[in-house]
């Protein structure tokens, strides 16, 4: 049907995807569905793995730039956060493959383990993709969590708490850190939908079989259906990822309600 008119393609392609019917793969043995699910599990990993390393580092190294405050601890935080959002990933990948995999033999360079092969392979091979995916996130993470930890150490019952003689352990994560976790979760969610776009990238540099791969061969060899069920896959992610966050923010501050 690849030549019929692109109006009739569409609406063609469109009634078949709202009865889960995407079309079967060109080159794979594969309908779409089984071809994405296949892969799945693969991008599933590398984004949970890589939201966890821009979490811990991120927010980490966000909230101790707040409490040292204009220390040399806090410019260096912000430097290196500015370096990270500059460096693009997959030069990032790059270097860490001839680094830590070539030179220094600590990691593979490539290739995917299952954790049920394998475990402890399982997370070598899920590191150095994970780190460079999760990075450049956790630049992001660490100056919205400075600048949202600033705001909230300011107010008056930050000021009470102290004034209270509460230790400034508590002071800082008791009573700042849940009040300022608003917009920090809405950095995350997003950051998570874009890591399952930059999976492509990441996928390809570290031969890791997932769906961001599969778009990228899909594309480089027209396999359509492939592509279209690919991309309508990034595209809903991204959207129910943006649901979630909407329905924490009521979970964490109550006073939310959407009419």
């Given at each position: 049907?690849?030549?019929?008119?692109?109006?009739?393609?569409?609406i063609r392609w469109m009634g078949r995807a709202l009865q889960g019917d995407?079309?079967?793969?060109?080159?794979?043995?594969?309908?779409?569905?089984?071809?994405?699910?296949?892969?799945?599990?693969?991008?599933?990993?590398?984004?949970?793995?890589?939201?966890?390393?821009?979490?811990?580092?991120?927010?980490?190294?966000?909230?101790?730039?707040?409490?040292?405050?204009?220390?040399?601890?806090?410019?260096?935080?912000?430097?290196?956060?500015?370096?990270?959002?500059?460096?693009?990933?997959?030069?990032?990948?790059?270097?860490?493959?001839?680094?830590?995999?070539?030179?220094?033999?600590?990691?593979?360079?490539?290739?995917?383990?299952?954790?049920?092969e394998d475990p402890t392979r399982f997370l070598l091979h899920l590191t150095?993709?994970?780190?460079t995916l999760g990075l450049s996130h956790a630049a992001l993470l660490a100056?919205?969590?400075?600048?949202?930890?600033?705001?909230?150490?300011?107010?008056?019952?930050?000021?009470?708490?102290?004034?209270?003689?509460?230790?400034?352990?508590?002071?800082?994560?008791?009573?700042?850190?849940?009040?300022?976790?608003?917009?920090?979760?809405?950095?995350?969610?997003?950051?998570?939908?874009?890591?399952?776009?930059?999976?492509?990238?990441?996928?390809?540099?570290?031969?890791?079989?997932?769906?961001?791969?599969?778009?990228?061969?899909?594309?480089?060899?027209?396999?359509?259906?492939?592509?279209?069920?690919?991309?309508?896959?990034?595209?809903?992610?991204?959207?129910?990822?943006?649901?979630?966050?909407?329905?924490?923010?009521?979970?964490?501050?109550?006073?939310?309600?959407?009419?």
């Amino acid at each position: 049907g690849l030549h019929d008119p692109l109006h009739e393609r569409v609406i063609r392609w469109m009634g078949r995807a709202l009865q889960g019917d995407f079309g079967r793969s060109y080159l794979l043995d594969q309908t779409v569905v089984e071809a994405i699910l296949t892969r799945l599990p693969v991008t599933v990993n590398l984004t949970l793995a890589a939201l966890i390393v821009a979490i811990v580092v991120g927010v980490g190294a966000g909230t101790l730039a707040a409490v040292k405050q204009n220390t040399w601890i806090d410019w260096s935080v912000m430097l290196v956060a500015l370096i990270g959002l500059s460096i693009p990933n997959f030069w990032l990948g790059l270097n860490l493959i001839f680094l830590m995999a070539v030179t220094w033999r600590w990691f593979p360079t490539g290739g995917y383990v299952s954790w049920g092969e394998d475990p402890t392979r399982f997370l070598l091979h899920l590191t150095l993709p994970a780190i460079t995916l999760g990075l450049s996130h956790a630049a992001l993470l660490a100056r919205m969590t400075r600048a949202s930890m600033l705001d909230v150490l300011r107010v008056d019952y930050v000021r009470t708490a102290r004034a209270k003689g509460l230790t400034e352990r508590v002071v800082v994560f008791k009573h700042a850190f849940c009040n300022a976790l608003i917009p920090i979760i809405t950095v995350m969610g997003i950051s998570m939908g874009v890591m399952i776009g930059g999976a492509v990238v990441i996928e390809t540099v570290f031969g890791l079989p997932g769906v961001g791969r599969l778009i990228i061969n899909a594309v480089q060899r027209r396999d359509y259906p492939i592509v279209q069920g690919g991309i309508l896959f990034v595209t809903v992610s991204y959207l129910v990822i943006n649901l979630l966050v909407d329905l924490i923010y009521v979970w964490i501050n109550p006073q939310i309600r959407y009419g």
